[in-house]
């Protein structure tokens, strides 16, 4: 069992990681996404092209920490554990397919 002192430093790190991770979240989603809208539209294409291709995987990631350590926080029930389990397994599914798009597809060359 945990004592309660540990339960309470444990939210602490788990809301501060939260914090930080939304920055980081909206930050990069913001460039990924701008990146994307100016790809779509031939602007500045060689460095949005670069930055489109090299922040999808670290916004997929900031996205499952930020999520997961949401989930922590939110839940206290007594299936836990399959819970996280599930959850976890979820997101290495999703981060295992953007690896695999991002490496073995080709790009389209425009």
Known sequence: METTENVIKSNDVLKTLRQISLIFFFIIGSAHLLSGLMISQ???????????????????????VFGLSQTRISSDSAFRKPFYIIMIVISLLVLGIMLYINIFLPDKVV
């Open 42 to 64: 031939n602007m500045f294409l060689p460095l949005t092209n670069i930055v489109n291709r090299v922040l999808d995987i670290p916004f997929a990631i900031i996205g499952t």
